[in-house]
């Protein structure tokens, strides 16, 4: 007998679904029936619905597509939300599937009955309920469709556990299957308006963002920047836009403390925005009185803000909008300058200064080998255990602002980290999602020991799964980030130390392999134990977090001097 579960199954099939994440629900027995007898969806069970939404999050922001986080009624559904809520400001595509108790209860108080869908509404791109078998297919084929359309983001899709049940009688029910859909391109004369102030303007800069590895046009950004002799600086989403070797690339701007990569926002006369979101570092930062000429380049025109408003919006396809601009910029080149001039001088004309200064930060510590590790050592022995393609997905606190700044991405999507919501709890299930979808490189979940534990019961997850990734967790015995604000603002920290198990003896208890760095110079050899290990690993790095302030106070002399 085939029924609405079976009918959502092959819709899940039909629309390429690869994964479906979840914890098993009372309210979702007969999906996951229908799903166990599909041989085109895997099924991974998580230790926590969080988990579930998280990997979900992660596979979209890696892969484009969506997958299905699932979890039943209830406790279930509200235990996605937080992960919802990532994928959708941090634009991941997603799918949420939530079990229900039957519709004959639904307009009466019931056991664990919640209107999820309300609650869902807000951090959610579309939502429903389904109560009828008929419109299954276009539900699903519309979930995924929203879900991955500019701004991609989550949607949700609520199942009482009655309809699942029910037998389809019309045996003509089937998927709808998903089209392909064409980006419009800007006007001629958008893309002239914008070449003209690219050639009139003398201290052009890049601000790159998410959208430019959402939408592949890292290669066309990195043409641009370098046939123009463009400096670019990323938000902490769109690392990777640009290889952080080149002398073109002022690595990430985002601080919150004043930060000197800013010193090349206030010299500049234009500001390209590519691909750039406003939930990703708010343009009053960058802008604050507004003054700024600016060119958006994006898949959707710009949001209002008085901050943020462009004098011309490129909307369309990022890649193809990129290498028009450069083909039309290219004659007059920037100020009047030819390509070969610009290179002939570019240690003033790409802010060498700034980038030097950077450099110098990640220099200062990179062979200190004071204990507790300093952050700046830490960053330095991870890049240098990592090849160019490996990935790092960063946690929330003080360690993604380290990464962020120090850091150097080399290729796009080798550096995930959360800074639309900002969730602590993602390292560890975004980095099961990462290596299942990129098997061929080396995967590292890099975390405080706060946001570690808030999801290291994924660590049996990842046990199970037999997937090769090393957590690396900075163990300051706090919650580091909010020390660090509160000793800024108020000159001591309150409500923010705890204690840790023994990180290595936690690892072992679920069959993994730990490892402590016991000095700076142990440091990069027990990485690349980890790192060999053929299963996951843990290791534990105690972190000196002194140096939080110190950067505070280097970063405010250097604002001081702009």
Same mark, same amino acid.
């Given at each position: 007998?085939? *029924?609405?579960?079976?009918?959502?199954?092959?819709?899940?099939?039909?629309?390429?679904?690869?994964?479906?994440?979840?914890?098993?629900?009372?309210?979702?027995?007969?999906?996951?029936?229908?799903?166990?007898?599909?041989?085109?969806?895997?099924?991974?069970?998580?230790?926590?619905?969080?988990?579930?939404?998280?990997?979900?999050?992660?596979?979209?922001?890696?892969?484009?597509?969506?997958?299905?986080?699932?979890?039943?009624?209830?406790?279930?559904?509200?235990?996605?939300?937080?992960?919802?809520?990532?994928?959708?400001?941090?634009?991941?595509?997603?799918?949420?599937?939530?079990?229900?108790?039957?519709?004959?209860?639904?307009?009466?108080?019931?056991?664990?009955?919640?209107?999820?869908?309300?609650?869902?509404?807000?951090?959610?791109?579309?939502?429903?309920?389904?109560?009828?078998?008929?419109?299954?297919?276009?539900?699903?084929?519309?979930?995924?469709?929203?879900?991955?359309?500019?701004?991609?983001?989550?949607?949700?899709?609520?199942?009482?556990?009655?309809?699942?049940?029910?037998?389809?009688?019309?045996?003509?029910?089937?998927?709808?299957?998903?089209?392909?859909?064409?980006?419009?391109?800007?006007?001629?004369?958008?893309?002239?308006?914008?070449?003209?102030?690219?050639?009139?303007?003398?201290?052009?800069?890049?601000?790159?963002?998410?959208?430019?590895?959402?939408?592949?046009?890292?290669?066309?950004?990195?043409?641009?920047?370098?046939?123009?002799?463009?400096?670019?600086?990323?938000?902490?989403?769109?690392?990777?836009?640009?290889?952080?070797?080149?002398?073109?690339?002022?690595?990430?701007?985002?601080?919150?403390?004043?930060?000197?990569?800013?010193?090349?926002?206030?010299?500049?006369?234009?500001?390209?925005?590519?691909?750039?979101?406003?939930?990703?570092?708010?343009?009053?930062?960058?802008?604050?009185?507004?003054?700024?000429?600016?060119?958006?380049?994006?898949?959707?025109?710009?949001?209002?803000?008085?901050?943020?408003?462009?004098?011309?919006?490129?909307?369309?396809?990022?890649?193809?909008?990129?290498?028009?601009?450069?083909?039309?910029?290219?004659?007059?080149?920037?100020?009047?300058?030819?390509?070969?001039?610009?290179?002939?001088?570019?240690?003033?004309?790409?802010?060498?200064?700034?980038?030097?200064?950077?450099?110098?930060?990640?220099?200062?510590?990179?062979?200190?080998?004071?204990?507790?590790?300093?952050?700046?050592?830490?960053?330095?022995?991870?890049?240098?255990?990592?090849?160019?393609?490996?990935?790092?997905?960063?946690?929330?606190?003080?360690?993604?602002?380290?990464?962020?700044?120090?850091?150097?991405?080399?290729?796009?999507?080798?550096?995930?980290?959360?800074?639309?919501?900002?969730?602590?709890?993602?390292?560890?299930?975004?980095?099961?999602?990462?290596?299942?979808?990129?098997?061929?490189?080396?995967?590292?979940?890099?975390?405080?020991?706060?946001?570690?534990?808030?999801?290291?019961?994924?660590?049996? *997850?990842?046990?199970?799964?037999?997937?090769?990734? *090393?957590?690396?967790?900075?163990?300051?015995?706090?919650?580091?980030?909010?020390?660090?604000?509160?000793?800024?603002?108020?000159?001591?920290?309150?409500?923010?130390?705890?204690?840790?198990?023994?990180?290595?003896?936690?690892?072992?208890?679920?069959?993994?392999?730990?490892?402590?760095?016991?000095?700076?110079?142990?440091?990069?050899?027990?990485?690349?134990?980890?790192?060999?290990?053929?299963?996951?690993?843990?290791?534990?790095?105690?972190?000196?977090?002194?140096?939080?302030?110190?950067?505070?106070?280097?970063?405010?002399?250097?604002?001081?001097?702009?």
């Amino acid at each position: 007998m085939r *029924t609405v579960a079976d009918l959502l199954v092959e819709c899940l099939a039909a629309e390429g679904c690869e994964y479906v994440f979840s914890v098993p629900g009372e309210e979702t027995l007969d999906v996951l029936e229908a799903l166990s007898r599909n041989e085109r969806i895997r099924h991974v069970t998580t230790r926590h619905e969080q988990g579930a939404a998280f990997m979900a999050d992660v596979h979209g922001r890696l892969t484009g597509r969506a997958a299905v986080a699932m979890a039943t009624l209830g406790p279930g559904a509200t235990n996605l939300l937080t992960g919802i809520a990532d994928a959708y400001l941090d634009r991941a595509p997603l799918v949420a599937i939530t079990g229900q108790a039957g519709s004959d209860k639904l307009h009466k108080e019931a056991h664990q009955v919640v209107d999820v869908v309300e609650m869902f509404r807000p951090v959610t791109k579309w939502n429903t309920r389904v109560e009828r078998a008929a419109v299954l297919p276009e539900v699903i084929r519309k979930a995924f469709r929203v879900a991955t359309l500019e701004k991609p983001g989550p949607t949700h899709v609520e199942l009482p556990e009655n309809v699942a049940a029910a037998p389809i009688e019309d045996e003509a029910l089937r998927p709808i299957l998903p089209g392909r859909t064409y980006f419009p391109e800007p006007t001629e004369e958008a893309i002239g308006h914008a070449a003209r102030l690219i050639n009139e303007s003398e201290q052009p800069l890049v601000l790159a963002g998410n959208g430019v590895l959402r939408r592949r046009a890292s290669g066309a950004l990195r043409a641009l920047a370098k046939g123009l002799h463009l400096p670019v600086a990323e938000t902490f989403m769109g690392k990777g836009a640009m290889d952080d070797r080149s002398h073109l690339s002022l690595m990430a701007v985002g601080l919150q403390a004043r930060d000197h990569v800013l010193t090349g926002f206030d010299r500049a006369d234009l500001v390209i925005s590519v691909g750039y979101d406003l939930v990703e570092y708010a343009p009053a930062r960058w802008n604050p009185d507004g003054s700024k000429r600016i060119i958006h380049i994006d898949t959707q025109p710009a949001e209002v803000d008085v901050a943020y408003q462009p004098e011309v919006e490129l909307v369309g396809d990022i890649d193809g909008t990129l290498e028009r601009l450069l083909a039309a910029a290219l004659p007059g080149g920037v100020g009047g300058h030819d390509a070969s001039e610009r290179h002939r001088s570019r240690e003033t004309l790409v802010h060498a200064d700034l980038r030097l200064e950077l450099l110098r930060d990640l220099a200062d510590g990179m062979e200190d080998d004071a204990f507790p590790i300093k952050p700046q050592r830490a960053i330095h022995e991870l890049r240098r255990a990592l090849a160019p393609s490996d990935i790092v997905v960063s946690d929330v606190g003080a360690h993604k602002i380290w990464v962020a700044r120090l850091y150097q991405a080399y290729e796009p999507n080798t550096v995930i980290i959360s800074n639309g919501f900002a969730a602590m709890g993602i390292a560890l299930p975004g980095a099961i999602a990462a290596k299942l979808v990129r098997p061929g490189s080396r995967v590292v979940a890099l975390c405080g020991d706060g946001g570690f534990l808030m999801n290291s019961q994924e660590l049996e *997850t990842a046990k199970r799964l037999g997937v090769a990734i *090393t957590v690396v967790v900075w163990r300051d015995d706090g919650y580091g980030l909010i020390d660090w604000k509160q000793r800024n603002e108020f000159g001591r920290p309150f409500g923010v130390g705890f204690g840790n198990p023994d990180l290595v003896d936690y690892a072992r208890s679920f069959g993994l392999a730990g490892f402590r760095a016991e000095s700076a110079a142990n440091l990069y050899p027990t990485l690349m134990r980890a790192l060999e290990v053929d299963g996951p690993s843990v290791v534990d790095v105690p972190i000196d977090y002194a140096e939080n302030l110190r950067l505070t106070e280097h970063l405010g002399a250097l604002s001081g001097m702009a």
